[in-house]
């Protein structure tokens, strides 16, 4: 399952610093993966990249962006229920390593 940033959400970008997938964007900006661009997923608040969000799963025990966001706005995406075999094939296809 990806999670999802609500409209709680005040834009203090403390997550998009943290995912290790790059999967968190400022409002507008259009997200990409393997140098394809895809349209922002929200003009109104930062948002996450559901194809790039594995739950942190393979890189943390718990979701960074909500361990971090101070207004609670880090939500599971009901609409986008995923096994952890899933999120970790996810994470293959992204293949992004931690620095
Ligand atoms: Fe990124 Fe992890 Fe948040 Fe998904 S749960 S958006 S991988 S920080």
Same mark, same amino acid.
Not at 60 to 73: F, G, H, L, M
Not at 75 to 94: F, Q, S
């Given at each position: 399952?990806?999670?999802? *940033? +609500?409209? @709680? ?7 998009? *610093? ?5 999967? *968190?964007?400022?409002?507008? @900006? ?15 608040? +930062?948002? *996450?990249?559901?194809?790039?969000? +594995? ?27 995923? +096994? ?16």
């Amino acid at each position: 399952m990806a999670y999802l *940033i +609500t409209d @709680e959400c005040i834009d203090c970008n403390a997550c998009e *610093i943290e995912c290790p997938n790059n999967a *968190i964007y400022p409002a507008g @900006e259009s997200w990409e993966l393997h140098g394809e661009e895809h349209p922002a997923v929200s003009d109104e608040h +930062t948002y *996450i990249a559901y194809d790039k969000c +594995t739950e942190c799963i393979g890189f943390y025990d718990e979701p960074q962006c909500v361990a971090v966001c101070p207004s609670e706005a880090v939500i599971k995406d009901p609409e986008r229920v995923e +096994t952890e075999e899933e999120l970790l094939a996810k994470k293959e296809k992204i293949g992004t390593v931690l620095k």
